[in-house]
C-alpha cells in the first residue's frame, strides 16, 4: 500500500465550479497535512497546511482533514483556468519532519 | 527573504559520467531535503539533513549517489555515474526544524542523462 495515495487524474471542471482533491494516507502517526500546487516546468508551491481535523479556509481554498478516516482533501472554489495546475499532497510524521508526497492530481480548468 | 537558490538550472551529460548539484537553503532552515521528481510523478525523498547530521537517506541509491551538508548551510548531491533513469528534476527544500514547518523548495535542476 503506498503511504500517500491520490488519484492522478486529469480532474476536468469547468470555470466557476468546484474542484475537490482527495488524498489518503496510511500512517496514523502523521500529525501534518500540506498542499502543494505545481505549474508544469516549476516547483511545488505551498497552497494549505493543515493538523487538526476538521476544515480550514483560505481564501477560495478549503483543506479537510478526517484523521480517522486517514483522509485529508482540499476543495477550490470559484476555480479559475489559472488554478490549473498538478496538486500534491505531502503528509510529515511526527518526529521526524520527513514528509511523504503522493503522485499528485492534474487539475483542468475549463474556460 | 531569499528563497532556496539552486545551481545549475539545467544539465545535459551522457550516461556513465558525474553531475554535481548545489543548493543554498533559506538562512536559518535547519533541515535540507534533496528530492527526485521523474515527469508524471511527486518528489521522492533522497536525503534529509538536519544541520549537518543525515536523518534519512534510505532512499538514496548510495553506490552512485552522494550528499553533503557542510557547516550545515549549502548542501551538493553528486551523482557518479549517471544512468539513463537519473533523468529527472532535482528538488532542494529546507525548512525550519518543526514538524509543523512548511518546506520551500528551489526551482530545482532539470538533469537529462543522454
Known amino acids: 500500500q503506498k503511504e500517500v495515495e491520490q488519484n492522478s487524474g486529469p480532474l476536468s471542471v469547468p470555470e466557476g465550479a468546484i474542484a475537490s482533491l482527495n488524498c489518503t494516507y496510511s500512517d496514523r502517526g502523521s500529525q501534518s497535512f500540506f498542499w502543494y500546487r505545481q505549474y508544469s516546468g516549476k516547483s511545488p508551491e505551498l497552497i494549505m497546511s493543515i493538523y487538526s481535523n476538521g476544515d480550514k479556509e483560505d481564501g477560495r481554498f478549503t483543506a479537510q482533514l478526517n484523521k480517522a478516516s486517514q483522509y485529508v482533501s482540499l476543495l477550490i472554489r470559484d476555480s479559475q483556468p489559472s488554478d490549473s495546475a498538478t496538486y500534491l499532497c505531502a503528509v510529515s510524521t511526527s518526529g521526524t519532519y520527513k514528509y511523504i508526497f503522493g503522485t499528485g492530481t492534474r487539475l483542468k480548468v475549463l474556460a | 527573504e531569499a528563497g532556496v537558490a539552486q545551481s545549475p538550472r539545467y544539465k545535459i551529460i551522457e550516461k556513465r559520467q558525474s553531475v554535481a548539484f548545489w543548493c543554498n537553503p533559506i538562512s536559518g532552515h535547519a533541515t535540507l531535503y534533496w528530492y527526485q521528481q521523474i515527469l508524471g510523478q511527486g518528489p521522492k525523498l533522497l536525503i534529509q539533513?538536519?544541520?549537518?547530521?543525515?536523518?534519512?537517506d534510505s532512499q538514496l541509491p548510495k553506490d552512485r549517489f552522494s550528499a553533503e551538508r557542510l557547516k550545515g548551510v549549502d548542501s551538493t548531491l553528486k551523482i557518479q555515474p549517471a544512468k539513463l533513469e537519473d533523468s529527472a528534476v532535482y528538488l532542494c527544500?529546507?525548512?525550519?526544524?518543526?514538524?509543523?514547518?512548511?518546506?520551500?523548495f528551489g526551482p530545482g535542476t532539470r538533469l537529462l542523462v543522454l
Open positions: 527544500a529546507s525548512s525550519l526544524d518543526t514538524v509543523k514547518s512548511t518546506q520551500y
Open positions: 539533513f538536519q544541520n549537518n547530521g543525515v536523518v534519512d
